[in-house]
Structure formats: C-alpha cells, structure tokens
C-alpha cells in the first residue's frame, strides 16, 4: 500500500507538471481579459496578451504544418498598417474561409470592397518565430508585395496570433492542478505513512537476543514503533524487557525481522 501510493503519487505529479509546462505559454492569458485589437490596435499587446476580437481581413494561407494553418493579416498600430501571422487549427479553417475568399477577391480586384465577413477569434499573441518569419517572407516575395526585403522587414511585427480556446486552457489549468494536488497527498502517504507490520497468523512467538517472547508481550512497542515513536519503543524495550540499550535500537530499526 504504502509503496503503490507512492508510485501513483509520483506518477500523477509528473503528468500534472507535464501538461501544465506544455501549456505555459496559455495560462497566465487564459486568467486574464481579452484585448481586442481592431479596437486598441497593437500598441496594447505584447508575447502572451489574450486577444478576442472580429477578424475580417484575412490573406491566403502561406504555411500548413504540425496541423495548424498560418495566414496573414494587417493589423494597426497609430496610423500605420503592419503585417502578422495569424496561427489557426487546421480543423477550424473552414470557419475563416469566407473571410479569406473575399479578402483574396479583394486583392486581387475581383470586388471592390472588403469586410462585410467577419470571423470571430480567441487567442494569444505568441513571439514570432523564425520558421514562420521566414515563410511569411517567401509569400511576400511571391506575391511581390514589396520592392525591397527592408521595405518587408519595416511593416513585419515580431508578433503572431494563436488561435486557442482560453476557456479551455482554464479548465484545463484548474484540472492539472488537481492532479498535481492528488499526486502530491499519495506521494506524502508513500513517503511518511508509517510501515503497517501485520503478526503472521502462524507467529506466536519470536525471539530477541536469544529470549522467547509471544507476539501479545510486543503488541505495545509495535504500536509505539507504528506511529514514529522509536526511542519510546527502544526504551520500553530497555526497561521492561532488560535489553541493552544498543541492542535495542537496532531492534527497533529492523522490527519487521521480529514482529511480522
């Protein structure tokens, strides 16, 4: 019992730890509020502001990898426009396909106006990192957006929108804890609840420093030795039993070799 509560203890810990780790960059966004940036614009974010706003500006995805699409889109900072990516679950793409058709028609001259679609979005604002910058890049230079890569480098925003459920990383957060919190009280019984040393049914009697007691004379010093009480049993032993205080110590210490 004791061993198993704390295997379990341990293993329920390290999962706990585990997903929140994995996860880390989500939660202190997930406790917050919202920023919505078609109303602050950028000047209010920075990596790890919670962003829930209508999005109805999106370019063309540019990327696909590790199951989540990556578009871009304009954002505003001041009186300039400037250019993120915006990170989404590949499973959610059909949700943002209209705002994408009519951005791209739009682009491209096929209408002449943009955002009576709009698609809803929730998520945090992540540090951009190379393999998206880069990637992003090469879709300016294919569409040829700019004549010049420090034209490209100016309007790019160190930044990038991930699309995730905040209420969910909440929930979730609240769930590992506990795990943790459970893992922890079995590691603490594995670790401090005391041996339980059971008499075998067939033991009447057992011997210390070569004289014979029955297992009733010893009943008190294993419950003194059950609940930590070691040098209350050691003395007990030396006292009532007449074994040398030495001695008894190391009965104490190795008790389930006399009382099992």
Same mark, same amino acid.
């Given at each position: ?35 919505? #940036? ?5 000047? *209010? ?5 919670? @962003?829930?706003?209508?999005?109805? +500006? !999106? ?100 930044? #990038? ?5 905040? *209420? ?5 957060? @609240?769930?590992?804890?506990?795990? +943790? !919190? ?79």
């Amino acid at each position: 019992m004791k061993k198993t509560s704390g295997i379990i203890g341990a293993i329920l810990f390290v999962l706990g730890a585990v997903l929140l780790f994995a996860g880390r960059s989500y939660i202190k966004p997930a406790f917050s509020t919202p920023v919505d #940036i078609e109303e602050t614009g950028m000047e *209010a974010i920075e990596p790890g502001t919670a @962003v829930e706003t209508d999005l109805n +500006m !999106i370019f063309e995805r540019f990327s696909r990898r590790e199951n989540r699409d990556y578009h871009v889109i304009p954002v505003w900072s001041g009186e300039y426009t400037y250019f993120i990516p915006l990170s989404i679950s590949s499973d959610r793409a059909g949700e943002y396909t209209r705002v994408v058709d009519e951005t791209m028609n739009f682009a491209y001259g096929y209408k002449d106006t943009y955002g009576t679609e709009n698609v809803h979005f929730q998520g945090v604002v992540l540090e951009l990192d190379d393999t998206t910058a880069e990637k992003m890049k090469d879709w300016f230079r294919e569409k040829e957006l700019f004549v010049k890569e420090s034209d490209m480098d100016k309007v790019m925003l160190p930044y #990038i929108l991930h699309q995730v459920d905040l *209420a969910g990383v909440k929930q979730n957060t @609240v769930l590992f804890i506990w795990i +943790m !919190i459970v893992g922890l009280v079995f590691l603490c019984v594995g670790i401090f609840l005391p041996v339980e040393i059971k008499v075998s049914p067939k033991l009447k009697e057992t011997k210390i420093n070569g004289v014979t007691y029955r297992v009733e004379q010893l009943r008190t010093i294993n419950s003194l030795i059950m609940k930590g009480k070691k040098q209350e049993a050691q003395k007990l032993l030396t006292e009532k039993f007449y074994v040398d205080s030495g001695y008894a110590a190391f009965v104490v210490d190795n008790w389930n070799e006399y009382f099992y």
